[in-house]
């Protein structure tokens, strides 16, 4: 690996990359299945109340769900159809959530969407149309994207960088936006940088997506920047590589503080898929309901990278794909390291799911866990500097109100310490127990 490849200096793991299952595959678009179950909490905050009821007729990009106070994000209806119920949905951590049902309508065409002029519009103008599209953070937690965009008075941001590490084993959905949709990555960081009033920006990419930072490249001296500089930055292969923190710091050397956020040094940090759909808000007029997925593993008869709209359930993605192989083990929504086993299929897709993993048991380790050996090899892996095997200790001794000085809560679960964890303790899972009983 050449050492001029960007990176960040302390842990990180190379976990095997399983890329190659769907990395060539084209975004395929989904047909529509004739009922979807679009949750009301799909970001970072507050639940939406619902705008709808019972036998109401919606359309395609309606507004369906409304945040009344606090933090969060409209939601909006993904096809054309009738309202069947208001209840809830099971979420990827079985958590019931208000939901929205709606009954499509299988004569009524898709909405179709009309480019228009945004360099007109002032950065207020264009915060607006990003907060009324529901656009959240993509790739991550589900943070509101018009709250990122608008840090506190005083604040003095410089620099926005677009992640397009996508470091995450077998998920390859920024990988095939980035190639197949470079020119509007390239326009969404041009309004990302108007609405933030800076003029340089960057998009850090992993070196095994080259042909991703060729083509993005291209894509960046071809388009009138207006005086804003773009540059594609080559990453080393290493995992955290795409968590916010760690890609600051490849890109630009500085590091974020403990307890601190992005802007506390001068950055904001957005997803590529985000970053698309800034462009479909503001140049198309178009809210987020629609996304890209992988669809990977081997226990799937068909990987693929999916466009469908939220609110479809994996059921019916199964079905489009020819169904699962006798020897799948494990399904998981979002990537190995951080996502989460699901035991049902009916789920709905949500703004935030990067993907569905259908693995076999030649691809999970279901060895049962044993005692710590104080091999040290947790703490090395550590991206933030944390003691991992001491704050599982003081867990499994029923003192997990007690880890809060071993930095519990600058932890953003990324699962390097289990990875390599000898023991195969459940590192992830007492750090996540710890949170909820510490005290900040």
């Known amino acids: 690996m050449s050492t001029s490849l960007l990176t960040f200096a302390k842990g990180g793991v190379h976990p095997p990359e399983s890329k190659e299952i769907t990395e060539r595959l084209a975004i395929e678009k989904m047909p529509l299945p004739e009922e979807f179950e679009i949750p009301l909490l799909q970001h970072f905050g507050a639940p939406c109340q619902p705008l709808v009821k019972k036998k109401d007729r919606v359309e395609e990009g309606d507004l369906i769900g409304q945040v009344t106070g606090g933090l969060g994000a409209n939601v909006h209806a993904s096809v054309t159809g009738t309202i069947t119920d208001i209840g809830t949905s ?105 609405v933030l009033g800076i003029s340089e920006g960057h998009i850090g990419v992993e070196a095994n997506k080259s042909d991703a930072i060729d083509v993005l490249r291209k894509a960046a001296e071809a388009q009138k920047l207006d005086g804003a500089k773009i540059s594609i930055d080559a990453l080393q292969v290493k995992y955290p590589q795409g968590s916010e923190k760690q890609l600051i710091e490849s890109v630009t050397g500085r590091k974020v503080p403990g307890g601190g956020l992005p802007f506390d040094v001068g950055v904001i940090v957005q997803n590529i898929g985000t970053t698309k759909a800034v462009y479909d808000a503001v140049v198309l007029n178009k809210p987020l309901y629609e996304k890209v997925i992988t669809i990977s593993g081997r226990g799937i008869s068909r990987p693929a990278n999916l466009q469908v709209r939220v609110g479809t359930r994996i059921r019916d993605i199964v079905q489009y794909l020819g169904g699962t192989k006798p020897d799948l083990a494990k399904i998981v929504m979002g990537g190995p390291m951080m996502g989460f086993a699901v035991s049902t299929l009916d789920i709905p897709v949500t703004k935030t799911v990067s993907g569905v993993l259908f693995l076999t048991k030649e691809e999970i380790d279901d060895q049962p866990h044993g005692p710590c050996i104080r091999c040290g090899w947790c703490v090395e892996a550590c991206p933030m500097g944390l003691s991992p095997n001491e704050i599982g200790l003081y867990v499994e001794a029923g003192r997990a109100a007690d880890t809060a000085p071993f930095g519990v809560f600058d932890c953003f679960e990324c699962g390097s310490c289990a990875f390599v964890c000898p023991a195969k303790r459940p590192l992830v899972q007492f750090i996540r127990l710890a949170k909820q009983k510490a005290k900040r």
């Not at 007109?120 to 656009?135: M, Y």
């Not at 390859?172 to 960081?189: F, N, Q, S, W, Y």
Request: charge should be negative; include cysteine.
């Open 90 to 194: 099971i979420g990827p951590v079985s958590l019931n959530v208000p939901s929205v049902t709606i009954s499509r309508d299988l004569e009524a065409p898709d909405k179709t969407y009309t480019p228009s002029d945004w360099k007109s519009l002032s950065p207020q103008e264009l915060l607006s149309k990003i907060k009324d599209a529901g656009i959240v953070g993509i790739g991550g937690a589900g943070f509101p994207a018009h709250v990122k965009l608008a840090p506190p008075p005083g604040t003095k941001v410089d620099k926005l960088i677009l992640n397009g590490a996508e470091c995450e084993p077998y998920l390859t959905t920024d990988h095939r936006v980035m190639l197949e949709k470079p020119e509007e990555v390239i326009v969404g960081a041009q309004i990302l940088l108007r």
